[in-house]
């Protein structure tokens, strides 16, 4: 839906317009401060005169936010100098205002779902509505302004690594909040604001410094994300409640980074991937020490688990040598065909339809914990005073594996064979005529990334105590595809955040998890529709969805320009 | 030697079943180079929709023979087609075409939304019809006096009355593509749009139309794919469209994508290969549960020994 409505009436309109922006923000503001829910017990307890619920004192921020943008432009502009010219004020207002409207919605539907009926919303939710439309309304009205210019600030080194650092600090507390939310309303209000927050920050301008500011400062930004990831399990007070899910997500996610590889580099839709990550898991499970392991050859992990690579990535060589000459369409459908194969075969192993290796469908239970170097991954233990639970221990183990996958993932990204894998993906005969050795670059990428899901099997074999068959079967080929897709193909960060919420959201809105795959499925096809790339887009990628956008096109020339400026051919790899 | 003619019935019924799916495949990627990966769906979707007219007509159970064989069974199969054919445009329209230049990833990866929306959409709503079962499990399928459980004995071999029908219905629907290609306007456009859809759009030809009636032809036939499934299988449920279709899609490569005829002959050979597997194949890996197996390693080694397929002239070179 869009509003047009036309320039002179915007600037005729501008100074009441404005007025009526900033009543309706202060009404919201003020609206904290009275009860938005008769029931104590829906939401967190909205039902105070002056003492706001932490999830009304993080809305606060929205309107708080709106109020700033359409105010300080009345008072100071001219002294804020260049920051002045660099933010998006007007716009920037109007998605503030629209973000708060939106959690306003969330919360009152919320709170009329739990305790039925919008006669439980007390005046402070309706004053927070009114507000909300009222700043909406308003800030249609004001005229639009320029884009924002903010990444062309010159910003001091220290002042981005601060920023950078103060993020990630947000991150951390977001995340440990957020999986503390217990309740479905509580999560999705949150979840309204913080996604409103990520699009007021994009409106503002913020995200293009802080990408710039990224840029000049990787090192920084890795090594800050990664302690902030190790630091994690410290923020859940020994509970494995919470440790168990972000464990599940990081195995989840170091498996789709792995089909990023295959899908989002080299363009090979893999439909059967779930299939090398049970392989990787059977192969650990038959040769851990468990009673009901069938082969009695028990070796130490670390053999464990580059057997089980291996036997992935065989696999991969096998189903991908005769498929990889012919096309991508029957790649899709072999593979698909091979998941099944391996589930059948999984499932027949059982010592009456076949010789028994796996127990058929009911699998290997008892894999004991893992014991690396004679430390057993099953201790919980005390660091800094803080428990650490089984889960934290398998949680650090993946983001060591997952960090070491980035690695290779950010090097190869910018390697000969990296590029030689985009040249696949954009035009194979282009790059076949190029001289790039396509069906030798296909195969690799097969076999490596069929090696990492095996990787990632092994420890999951461990971590989930059992493995059977109907833990691998086409739908959770599908969520990793998923994961790929909705992220964004051959990006990082954009599958980890994929990864993300394909594992958090059902576990968080259990009420929903009878509509979970049909909503899935929706949201499959809108995302194709309307944003193919996936939230976090690779540029070159973009372009090859928005074929006929030229500024786009102009604009990731550019960047791979200053790109390979990074790029120094002597290392043969990227400067991380 | 009669357990020989006995699997060959059996693989010759499994075969047509494989063989009316598989044609909506081919037809589709003949003309679009999209693998309809939601076109198990379809056939799904055709057979809840013939229960569905069962319903509608009040459940009638006591019908004479003659009357549910000319009767009962072709408004079945007429309400069947309805709602596939119903399903598979729209999903063309709203899944496929605003993708249609996309790369070609794009829809691939709308399908198995499709494929995931649909399954899940008739788990969840069909049984809050008012009156009708509930999805979440299989779902008896209704019984047509005269073939429902009927059989013919010759010699040693038994030969069920649903088979007579599964393969009656494909030879019936194989005349009529070949009437529909070869005589109509609208087939005859299709094979120009398959072989050329700029040159074909030059001379005329609606393409857009054109794709509309290859998804309809295709769900056509699926959908009394669907109805033989119900007689042969006396039960029907929302995931019976995965297998059926993965299988179909490698009778359709096997006999050569985009060739109709390929798609037939494709069929009946998966078919009779995997009846014979389970009866010929020495050892425990005869046994009925490696079958599927067998029929996706066909698949596999049609791929690496002949991608053209058995009957594929066409040269499908698509990255």
């Not at chain 1, 869009?2 to 922006?21: L, M, N, Q, S």
């Not at chain 1, 938005?36 to 002056?50: E, Q, V």
């Not at chain 1, 004679?374 to 960090?403: C, T």
């Not at chain 2, 009437?179 to 120009?192: C, D, H, I, L, S």
Request: proline share 4%; aromatic share 10%.
């Amino acid at each position: 839906m869009r509003v047009v409505i036309p320039d002179e009436t915007k600037v005729r309109f501008r100074y009441p317009a404005r007025a009526v922006g900033i009543a309706g923000a202060v009404a919201m503001i003020v609206s904290i401060l009275l009860p938005w829910s008769y029931g104590s017990d829906a939401l967190d307890d909205m039902t105070f005169y002056g003492a706001p619920s932490p999830l009304q004192l993080f809305f606060v921020i929205l309107p708080v936010l709106a109020l700033l943008l359409l105010a300080v432009p009345l008072v100071g502009k001219q002294r804020l100098g260049r920051w002045a010219k660099a933010l998006a004020w007007n716009t920037s207002a109007k998605t503030a205002s629209l973000a708060a409207l939106g959690v306003v919605v969330v919360a009152l539907a919320a709170i009329a779902i739990e305790l039925g009926g919008l006669i439980n919303v007390e005046p402070g939710g309706w004053v927070a509505l009114v507000g909300a439309v009222l700043a909406v309304a308003a800030t249609l009205f004001l005229p639009d302004s320029p884009e924002p210019t903010l990444d062309r600030l010159k910003s001091p080194r220290w002042l981005q690594i601060t920023v950078i650092a103060v993020l990630m600090a947000v991150l951390l507390f977001t995340a440990a909040y957020a999986l503390s939310l217990d309740d479905a309303g509580d999560f999705l209000v949150f979840a309204a604001f913080a996604v409103g927050i990520v699009l007021v920050l994009r409106q503002v301008g913020a995200f293009a410094w802080l990408g710039l500011a990224a840029a000049n400062n990787n090192r920084v930004l890795v090594l800050s994300a990664f302690v902030v990831a190790f630091a994690f399990p410290f923020t859940q007070n020994g509970s494995d409640a919470n440790m168990s899910i972000a464990s599940q997500v990081l195995i989840f996610a170091a498996t789709a980074l792995g089909l990023n590889i295959v899908v989002g580099l080299v363009g090979l839709l893999d439909l059967g991937y779930i299939a090398f990550l049970g392989a990787g898991a059977f192969t650990a499970a038959v040769l851990s020490e468990s009673a009901f392991a069938t082969i009695d050859f028990h070796p130490p992990f670390i053999v464990t688990v580059l057997i089980a690579g291996t036997v992935a990535s065989l696999l991969g060589l096998l189903i991908g040598a005769p498929t990889l000459r012919v096309s991508g369409d029957y790649l899709a459908i072999v593979t698909l065909a091979f998941g099944e194969i391996f589930r059948i075969t999984m499932n027949n192993l059982d010592g009456s339809d076949g010789p028994n290796l796996t127990n058929g469908s009911s699998g290997i239970p008892g894999i004991p914990d893992l014991n690396l170097f004679g430390f057993d991954f099953g201790d919980p233990h005390v660091i800094l005073g803080v428990d650490i639970g089984r889960f934290a221990n398998y949680y650090w183990l993946m983001l060591v594996v997952i960090a070491m996958i980035i690695v290779v993932f950010m090097n190869l990204n910018y390697s000969r064979i990296g590029r030689g894998w985009v040249a696949i993906r954009e035009d194979e005969l282009a790059a076949e005529a190029m001289g790039v050795n396509t069906f030798a670059l296909k195969l690799l990428a097969f076999a490596g990334g069929a090696f990492l899901a095996g990787v990632a099997g092994a420890v999951k074999a461990h971590h989930d105590v059992s493995v059977t068959p109907e833990q691998y079967v086409f739908l959770e080929s599908a969520f990793l595809l998923a994961a790929v897709v909705l992220g964004g193909m051959g990006t990082v960060t954009g599958v980890l955040i994929g990864a993300t919420i394909l594992k958090l959201l059902p576990e968080k809105l259990r009420f929903f998890s009878d509509y979970r795959l049909l909503l899935f499925g929706l949201l499959m096809v809108f995302m194709m529709r309307f944003r193919p790339e996936g939230i976090i887009a690779d540029e070159r990628r973009q372009l090859e969805f928005h074929a006929e956008d030229e500024e786009l096109a102009t604009d990731v020339e550019e960047d791979l320009i200053t790109h390979h400026a990074h790029f120094n051919p002597e290392r043969k790899g990227f400067e991380l | 030697m009669e357990l020989f003619f006995q699997q060959l019935i059996n693989g010759l019924s499994l075969g047509s079943l494989y063989a009316l799916i598989a044609v909506g495949y081919t037809v589709v990627y003949g003309i679009v180079q999209l693998i309809n990966f939601a076109h198990g769906e379809i056939f799904m979707i055709g057979a809840f929709g013939a229960y569905a007219t069962w319903m509608v007509l009040g459940q009638p159970t006591d019908w004479s023979a003659p009357l549910s064989i000319l009767v009962l069974l072709p408004v079945m199969i007429i309400g069947g087609i309805i709602a596939s054919v119903t399903v598979a445009l729209l999903t063309e329209r709203l899944a496929y075409r605003p993708l249609r230049n996309a790369p070609r990833l794009a829809p691939l990866i709308s399908a198995i939304g499709v494929s995931v929306f649909l399954q899940e959409f008739v788990r969840l709503f069909y049984g809050r019809i008012p009156g009708f079962p509930d999805a979440k499990s299989a779902i008896p399928f209704p019984v047509v006096h005269g073939i429902s459980g009927e059989i013919i004995q010759l010699g040693g071999v038994t030969i069920q009355m649903s088979a007579v029908f599964t393969v009656g219905a494909l030879v019936v629907c194989t005349v009529f593509l070949w009437f529909f290609v070869n005589r109509t306007k609208t087939g005859r456009a299709m094979v120009a749009t398959s072989q050329d859809p700029d040159t074909a759009r030059l001379m005329g030809i609606n393409v857009d139309r054109v794709i509309m009636a290859a998804f309809a032809v295709g769900a056509g036939l699926a959908a009394i794919a669907g109805v033989a499934h119900g007689l042969s299988y006396g039960n029907i449920g929302f995931r019976m469209g995965f297998l059926a279709g993965l299988k179909a899609f490698t009778a359709a490569v096997l006999g050569g994508i985009g060739n109709i005829n390929g798609a037939v002959v494709g069929g009946l050979v998966l078919g009779v290969t995997e009846a014979m597997a389970t009866t010929f194949i020495p050892g425990q890996f005869g046994s009925s549960a490696w079958k599927d197996v067998w029929a996706f390693v066909l698949l596999i080694l049609v791929l690496v020994f002949r991608p053209q397929g058995l009957l594929g002239a066409k040269v499908v070179d698509r990255a």
